[in-house]
């Protein structure tokens, strides 16, 4: 496969106008709020409010026409999975959602989103002091990228334009439990994945900060196309904050495992995140409303232009990292400081009694400097509970000495 080529990427200048559609607001707010509902009791994976959101989801892919790309010709792909953080539960049956608008060409976009969330007792990865019997709504993780997927479908199944892709649209269960139902599609794909020409990922592009109207994308290193064509997208009411890697806590991996070039939008983590505190109230509607105008003139800039390049990237992933303590923070994943940026301390837990506050950033723990994330897993990987360590942190302009317990 050829590199990106200049003509590529003269194709790709000339095609990037606008979308003649706009995205609207209400339907991006209907989507999140049914899906964030208490009533879908947090949709964990294999729940009977996770099948009810299902039910959702289908019917809007019935509504435009989509065709079924599941099993036995309906929209779900069944797969199984072990109950527990760590896969140490019983064994329960979930699915993904597969909706196909064919354009009879030879290639394939996927557009994806998990809808899985925490349910009722946070699956074992909340973030509240005492997570049993609160429902975890996950509004921005991950209604928000499923109200994505869905508004993209209805986006190329009305546009006037046939595109010169197929699309298939995604919807992802079991991602919290650790990307179980990407890998599962990835290696059960209806279509080939030969023939897939790119993937776009959206997880938690609800909470746009209206003053740094900044996106992250990951993947960028995945195809030389995307920064060129990125750099030209940027503009008044979005920016964008790239990185490389094809790898991550997030569905994208399973295909950039594949050798698929793919694309990760995500408009920044919260105090929210893992709470039961990320409701549909919080989400800034017009926000993702610009992450999806992008999206969508990015797909269109490179419809004319030729299969994809796929290149390997350094990973980031910390998937497979095993490590006996946690802190109880939400790390920055959009911070350019040195160090460990944190955006969200959970009660109860280790750095919050140590005085660890939101804004701070990590600089040290034990006797190993921290300047990025893969510091601290790796540092994280040294302790063991109960053992005590200084921890250092900046916080504005001073340097704050602390003593943490894990």
């Given at each position: 496969?050829?590199?990106?080529?200049?003509?590529?990427?003269?194709?790709?200048?000339?095609?990037?106008?606008?979308?003649?559609?706009?995205?609207?607001?209400?339907?991006?707010?209907?989507?999140?709020?049914?899906?964030?509902?208490?009533?879908?009791?947090?949709?964990?994976?294999?729940?009977?409010?996770?099948?009810?959101?299902?039910?959702?989801?289908?019917?809007?892919?019935?509504?435009?026409?989509?065709?079924?790309?599941?099993?036995?010709?309906?929209?779900?792909?069944?797969?199984?999975?072990?109950?527990?953080?760590?896969?140490?539960?019983?064994?329960?049956?979930?699915?993904?959602?597969?909706?196909?608008?064919?354009?009879?060409?030879?290639?394939?976009?996927?557009?994806?989103?998990?809808?899985?969330?925490?349910?009722?007792?946070?699956?074992?990865?909340?973030?509240?002091?005492?997570?049993?019997?609160?429902?975890?709504?996950?509004?921005d993780d991950n209604a928000s990228g499923v109200a994505g997927v869905l508004e993209l479908a209805r986006f190329f199944s009305n546009n006037k334009k046939k595109e010169n892709n197929n699309y298939l649209f995604l919807c992802f269960s079991g991602e919290e439990l650790g990307l179980v139902g990407s890998k599962y599609f990835a290696d059960h794909s209806p279509v080939p994945m030969t023939s897939v020409n790119y993937m776009i990922n959206m997880d938690m592009i609800g909470r746009l900060?209206?003053?740094?109207?900044?996106?992250?994308?990951?993947?960028?290193?995945?195809?030389?196309?995307?920064?060129?064509?990125?750099?030209?997208?940027?503009?008044?009411?979005?920016?964008?904050?790239?990185?490389?890697?094809?790898?991550?806590?997030?569905?994208?991996?399973?295909?950039?495992?594949?050798?698929?070039?793919?694309?990760?939008?995500?408009?920044?983590?919260?105090?929210?995140?893992?709470?039961?505190?990320?409701?549909?109230?919080?989400?800034?509607?017009?926000?993702?409303?610009?992450?999806?105008?992008?999206?969508?003139?990015?797909?269109?800039?490179?419809?004319?232009?030729?299969?994809?390049?796929?290149?390997?990237?350094?990973?980031?992933?910390?998937?497979?990292?095993?490590?006996?303590?946690?802190?109880?923070?939400?790390?920055?994943?959009?911070?350019?400081?040195?160090?460990?940026?944190?955006?969200?301390?959970?009660?109860?837990?280790?750095?919050?009694?140590?005085?660890?506050?939101?804004?701070?950033?990590?600089?040290?723990?034990?006797?190993?400097?921290?300047?990025?994330?893969?510091?601290?897993?790796?540092?994280?990987?040294?302790?063991?509970?109960?053992?005590?360590?200084?921890?250092?942190?900046?916080?504005?302009?001073?340097?704050?000495?602390?003593?943490?317990?894990?």
């Amino acid at each position: 496969m050829k590199p990106c080529s200049l003509a590529l990427l003269l194709v790709v200048t000339i095609a990037c106008e606008s979308p003649a559609q706009d995205f609207d607001t209400k339907q991006i707010e209907k989507h999140i709020k049914i899906l964030a509902d208490d009533k879908l009791e947090g949709r964990g994976t294999g729940s009977q409010g996770e099948k009810a959101a299902a039910e959702y989801i289908i019917g809007v892919f019935k509504k435009l026409k989509l065709q079924p790309k599941g099993d036995n010709n309906t929209f779900l792909q069944q797969f199984s999975f072990r109950k527990g953080v760590h896969g140490e539960g019983e064994v329960g049956t979930a699915n993904n959602i597969v909706g196909f608008l064919d354009n009879g060409a030879s290639t394939t976009i996927i557009i994806g989103a998990h809808y899985d969330h925490l349910g009722t007792d946070g699956q074992g990865s909340s973030l509240d002091a005492n997570p049993k019997d609160k429902i975890h709504n996950g509004a921005d993780d991950n209604a928000s990228g499923v109200a994505g997927v869905l508004e993209l479908a209805r986006f190329f199944s009305n546009n006037k334009k046939k595109e010169n892709n197929n699309y298939l649209f995604l919807c992802f269960s079991g991602e919290e439990l650790g990307l179980v139902g990407s890998k599962y599609f990835a290696d059960h794909s209806p279509v080939p994945m030969t023939s897939v020409n790119y993937m776009i990922n959206m997880d938690m592009i609800g909470r746009l900060d209206p003053q740094s109207k900044t996106v992250m994308v990951h993947g960028t290193g995945t195809s030389p196309v995307w920064e060129p064509i990125l750099k030209k997208l940027e503009n008044e009411n979005l920016k964008i904050k790239t990185d490389s890697s094809g790898t991550g806590p997030s569905d994208h991996t399973s295909f950039y495992l594949k050798d698929v070039p793919v694309l990760h939008f995500f408009t920044g983590s919260h105090s929210d995140y893992h709470k039961p505190s990320d409701d549909y109230e919080k989400i800034n509607l017009a926000g993702e409303a610009e992450v999806l105008r992008l999206i969508a003139t990015l797909s269109m800039g490179l419809d004319n232009a030729q299969k994809l390049a796929f290149l390997k990237t350094k990973s980031k992933s910390m998937a497979g990292r095993s490590t006996k303590v946690t802190m109880g923070i939400m790390p920055s994943y959009a911070s350019d400081v040195e160090g460990l940026k944190v955006d969200g301390v959970s009660e109860g837990k280790p750095a919050q009694k140590a005085g660890v506050q939101t804004g701070d950033v990590i600089i040290l723990i034990g006797d190993y400097p921290i300047k990025d994330i893969q510091n601290y897993m790796d540092a994280l990987g040294k302790f063991e509970k109960g053992q005590t360590v200084p921890l250092k942190v900046k916080r504005g302009n001073e340097t704050v000495e602390l003593s943490l317990t894990f």
